[in-house]
C-alpha cells in the first residue's frame, strides 16, 4: 500500500537522527536501541559493474537484485525482454527472477489517475506474468473519506483504465464495481490473479500468471507502444543468478546503468558504514520506531505508523509514514514536527520505482 509519508526538509546528521529515538522514549514509545540488530533495505546504488557488491560483504545480505536501468531508451520492447527471456532460460532455477518493466499510456483523459502506467514483463521459475499499475494523483488510504464526494467518477475512471489494458492484452478479465470497488475478477478461478488496494476505491495493480513462458511477450510489446513516440525508462529486475549469466545479460545492450537493491542485517549504529559502502548514488532505510497513532493521539482516527531513518548522498533524514491521517490535514504536519522536533514536508513515494 502506498503509504501517507511525510519527511524533514534539512539533512541531518546521524547523531541527530539518533536522537529522535531519544526524544520518543519518554512518550512510552519504544524506539530501536543503536546497538540493535535491524533490516537496513538499500535501493538505488548505482554500481560500475556486478562485481562492486563486494563492498557489503562485512555484513549479511539478502533479496539481492541487480537492476537494469535505461533512462530515455526508444526501442522494440519485444526484442528487449525476449533476449532477457532467452538468457533467463537457460539459468534459470527454483530462486532466479527476472522482470522487465516499461511504461504504457492510458489513452482515456484521466482526472484522478496519472496518464502513464506501468507494465512488468516478468519470468519466475515454471511460469510467467503480467503485472498492471494505475498511479493515482493522490494517496487516500482505506477507511478515509476524502474524496468521497467523487466516489462514482473515481470509480468509473479506474474501471475504463483498467479495460484498456486488459483489452490490449486480451486477459480473459471482467470489471464491475461492487459496494463502491471495482472489482476485477476471472472466469477461470484456478488462474493465479492477484490484486491490490493502494487507497478507498479499488485495485491499484493486477497480476495474471501463465504456465506459459511465452503468451504476454506479443501482448506486453502492444501495451508498451501505447507510450510511443515518447522516451521510455526502461528497468530489467535480476535476482538468484550467477556471475555468468550477470555477465551474460550485461551483454543484451549497451548503455545500461547498474544498480542494485537489498537487504543488509546490521546492528543500527552501522548504518553510517553502509551508506559509505553504497556511495555516491545509494540510498538506505531502516526503521526506528513504530507505533500505533491512538497511544499519542486517544481522541484521533487509529492509524499505524512507521518512523524510519533514510541515508543518501552521506547524509540523513527521518521520514514518517502512516496508513492513514489520524488528524485533520491541517493539523498533521504541526503535530508530526512536535513529534520529532524537526521541520518536515509532505513527500509521497513515487510509485513505479
Not at 502506467?117 to 476524502?146: D, K, N
Not at 483489452?167 to 472489482?183: G, Q, R
Not at 542485517?265 to 538506505?284: M, N, S
Request: net charge negative; hydrophobic share 40%; aromatic share 12%.
Amino acid at each position: 500500500m502506498r503509504e501517507r509519508r511525510w519527511e524533514t526538509t534539512t539533512p541531518l546528521t546521524f547523531s541527530q537522527a539518533l536522537a529522535v529515538g531519544d526524544r520518543l522514549l519518554p512518550l512510552g514509545l519504544k524506539p530501536v536501541a543503536p546497538a540493535n540488530d535491524i533490516i537496513c533495505y538499500v535501493e538505488e546504488w548505482t554500481v560500475e559493474s556486478p562485481d562492486d557488491f563486494d563492498q557489503l560483504d562485512p555484513w549479511a545480505t539478502e533479496d539481492v537484485t541487480l537492476v537494469h536501468v535505461r533512462e530515455k531508451w526508444r526501442g522494440d520492447f519485444f526484442l528487449l525482454s525476449g533476449a532477457y527471456h532467452t538468457i533467463y532460460q537457460r539459468h534459470q532455477d527454483v530462486g532466479t527472477y527476472c522482470s522487465i518493466s516499461h511504461p504504457w499510456r492510458i489513452r482515456e483523459p484521466m482526472r484522478f489517475h496519472e496518464q502513464r502506467g506501468m507494465l512488468w514483463l516478468g519470468f519466475r521459475h515454471a511460469h510467467s506474468f503480467i503485472r498492471i499499475r494505475l498511479q493515482t494523483q493522490e494517496v487516500i488510504t482505506p477507511g478515509e473519506t476524502r474524496g468521497d464526494i467523487e466516489r462514482m467518477h473515481w470509480l468509473d475512471e479506474r474501471r475504463a483504465a483498467f479495460l484498456e489494458a486488459v483489452a490490449i492484452l486480451e486477459l480473459p478479465i471482467e470489471t464491475h464495481v461492487e459496494k463502491d470497488a471495482v472489482v476485477l475478477r476471472l472466469a477461470d478461478p484456478s488462474i493465479p490473479f492477484f490484486c491490490s488496494w493502494p487507497d478507498a476505491f479499488g485495485p491499484c495493480q493486477f497480476e495474471y500468471n501463465t504456465s506459459d513462458a511465452f503468451e504476454f511477450l506479443v501482448p506486453a510489446s502492444k501495451l508498451a507502444e501505447t507510450f510511443g513516440p515518447e522516451l521510455a525508462g526502461v528497468r530489467a529486475y535480476l535476482t538468484g543468478f550467477s556471475e555468468e549469466a550477470l555477465t551474460e545479460f550485461q551483454a543484451i545492450e549497451s548503455g545500461v546503468r547498474f544498480a542494485y537493491r537489498c537487504s543488509v542485517h546490521c546492528p543500527l549504529d552501522d548504518l553510517p558504514e553502509v551508506l559509505d559502502a553504497i556511495q555516491p548514488d545509494g540510498r538506505l532505510y531502516a526503521t526506528l520506531c513504530e507505533f500505533q497513532t491512538q497511544e499519542l493521539l486517544p481522541e484521533g482516527e487509529d492509524a499505524s505508523a512507521i518512523i524510519g531513518i533514510v541515508g543518501f548522498n552521506g547524509e540523513f533524514q527521518i521520514e514518517i509514514r502512516l496508513n492513514r491521517a489520524p488528524l485533520n490535514e491541517e493539523a498533521m504536519t504541526e503535530w508530526l514536527e512536535r513529534l520529532i522536533g524537526h521541520p518536515v514536508v509532505y513527500a509521497p513515494l513515487p510509485a513505479f520505482v
